[in-house]
């Protein structure tokens, strides 16, 4: 043990002379690990659980396949072992960067504590929340989570951090890849000042030590030496490709899959829609072969995971996500379709063969742009070359650059076309373009008024029916005068339509005059003379209004003058129709 400044370094293929059960683990757990046939720590267990077993934090450096998971996992678990938790407040939280390796970290946890009546959750995305609140409720010893999920059932009040003994935080350079720093250091925060700390990585840059800096205390540092990266049980070669194209990169992995004598192998890209690419590739030309990248539900993924592992699916294409965690015991080869952005990636992916003393086979498609990366992983494995494989014919293999050029925004050359069309019309009014353009051109545009001109005519005519309609206004204006110069029947049919436009409509809006229209009705009824009057006063009550602009403004001030009149002419028949000629004596009064 030692301080932070002074690592221990240990060699990964050191000889460990302890066992697990000198290491003073609880019976049951070394039941358990004599069952898997584990009796030997490896080196960075050996040197860890001593250290976590007297609460002391811990910080292991280490790259994958080293035994990381034990280190944390058994101490943890041993010191658990006593003690019952309570609900919504776990004991111990392992932060995990991937949903896969939060499944894995969580399988072996169930094989470690298999005699312990321990209490585990997985707390990942993918998963619902209502089966995840049923076991939080129940009280949870050991909490797999991710970050992103675990923030969300804290913040929603499902988790109170108050009870955290121990909190793990795995493949920390990972999460600061993928963004998650922010969400660590939250994590931190959120638990007890007292909780112990096993901080793992495989890699230290700046941030990570500043994470390490701020949060533990006087950490025990365990770093294994970084001379052997791969293992000496794996087989590294190249094949140089003459371009990057997408299709002579998977017409020469076929090559590969084809020539290799493959139990099973995973295929690594850089992104995730090469991923599905060379996944239905790989069908089509006859190869059992499964996606499993981020964008995928998380049922999808453990289903795909379970098939490749029970040999259903000879090949698995994934992305980095998958790179980490994967434990599967038997993996022929690798191929790395894509060359990895980061150095640390390549001994990653190439971890996943030659595991537990078995032959394994890398393999790695290098074009000209992916140079820069090459270099890098040769600098950090510690290698001047690797082998290269030659593939005769590799140039000659089919590209499919060439749909790629003159590829616009609707691809291909259909919009060069939809251009053309565009403006074949403009290039003939111009008469700057090729014949064959303007022949085109001027055909189409001498069509073209002779098909629009019948139109037009038809909607001239069409346009005047409802002008002419509308022009009985000036008719209304002129028909008095007309009448008095040459006929009665005219006029009469006139004052006729003002009646049954005009008046009724603002007498019964403005005024009631209820006796006043049975008095005129029935002197219409009565007699000739009274019709003759009333038809001479609507011609006199008309000459205004035709003098008048038409509007309601000036026609509103002439109303009541017009009712006083008819009111006065009404007073004198009212004595006419029911009674005669003269009133009554009784009446006068």
């Known amino acids: 043990m030692s301080d932070i400044s002074k690592p221990v370094e240990i060699d990964a293929d050191a000889k460990v002379d302890v066992t697990f ?64 938790a309570r609900a919504r407040m776990p004991r111990c939280i392992i932060v995990c960067p991937t949903r896969e390796l939060a499944a894995q970290v969580a399988e072996d946890v169930q094989n470690y504590g298999k005699y312990l009546k321990l209490e585990m959750a997985l707390l990942i995305g993918g998963v619902s929340f209502a089966e995840q609140d049923r076991k939080l409720m129940k009280g949870v010893d050991i909490l797999i989570a991710t970050p992103g999920r675990l923030i969300d059932q804290f913040e929603r009040g499902k988790i109170l951090m108050t009870g955290v003994q121990t909190l793990i935080v795995d493949e920390a350079d990972r999460m600061l890849d993928m963004g998650f720093i922010p969400d660590i250091e939250k994590i931190f925060d959120m638990t007890p000042f007292t909780r112990q700390v096993l901080f793992f990585s495989a890699t230290m840059p700046n941030e990570i030590k500043r994470l390490v800096d701020q949060f533990l205390h006087q950490p025990v540092s365990i770093q294994i ?10 087989k590294q070669r190249i094949i140089r490709m003459p371009s990057s194209d997408a299709k002579q990169k998977r017409t020469a992995l076929r090559w590969l899959i084809d020539k ?50 029970n040999g259903e699916i000879k090949y698995l294409v994934a992305s980095d996500v998958a790179a980490r965690g994967l434990d599967v015991p038997s993996v022929s080869h690798v191929f790395n379709y894509d060359v990895p952005n980061h150095s ?33 992983i040769l600098n950090l494995i510690n290698v001047k070359a690797i ?36 403006s074949r019309r403009n290039r003939g009014q111009r008469n700057d373009g090729s014949y064959h353009d303007n022949a085109v051109s001027t055909e189409k545009v001498s069509k073209a008024p002779a098909q629009k001109s019948k139109p037009k005519t038809i909607e001239k005519t069409e346009a005047k029916k409802p002008i002419e309609r509308r022009r009985p206004a000036p008719g209304r204006k002129k028909a008095p005068k007309r009448d008095r110069e040459n006929t009665v029947d005219e006029s009469s049919t006139a004052t006729a339509e003002l009646q049954a436009d005009t008046k009724p409509k603002r007498r019964t809006s403005r005024r009631r005059a209820a006796p006043g229209k049975k008095s005129k009705n029935t002197e219409m009824q009565s007699t000739p003379e009274t019709q003759s009057k009333s038809q001479t006063k609507e011609q006199n009550n008309s000459q205004p209004r035709s003098n008048s602009s038409g509007t309601k403004t000036k026609s509103k001030p002439a109303k009541p003058k017009k009712s006083a009149s008819s009111s006065k002419g009404g007073a004198k028949s009212k004595g006419k129709t029911p009674f005669g000629d003269d009133l009554p004596d009784f009446l006068k009064f």
Request: charged residues 35%; proline residues 4%; contains cysteine.
């Open 21 to 84: 059960s000198e290491l003073g683990l609880d019976p049951k757990i070394l039941k358990a690990l004599d069952d898997l046939g584990y009796v030997t720590p490896t080196p960075i267990q050996a040197e860890a659980i001593p250290a976590a077993l007297k609460q002391r934090d811990v910080l292991g450096i280490a790259q994958t396949g080293t035994g990381k998971t034990g280190a944390f996992t058994l101490p943890t678990m041993h010191k658990l072992a006593s003690g019952r």
């Open 225 to 234: 030496a970084r001379k052997n990266m791969t293992a000496k049980t794996v």
């Open 260 to 309: 290799e004598d493959v139990d099973n192998g995973i295929i690594f890209c850089n992104r995730k829609r090469d991923v599905d690419i060379v996944a239905k590739s790989l069908n089509v030309h006859g190869h059992d072969a499964a996606p499993i990248h981020g964008d995928l539900a998380q049922s999808l993924r453990t289903e795909t995971l379970e098939r490749f592992r």
């Open 344 to 376: 640390e990636d390549y001994v990653h992916r190439i971890g996943r063969t030659g595991r537990a003393g078995r032959k394994g086979d890398a393999i790695m498609l290098v074009a000209r742009l992916d140079e820069r990366n090459y270099e890098d």
């Open 387 to 422: 082998e290269e494989i030659e593939i005769p014919g590799i140039e000659d293999f089919p590209k499919d650059d060439r749909s790629r050029k003159h590829r616009g925004r609707h691809g291909g050359k259909g919009r060069g076309r939809r251009d053309d069309s565009r």
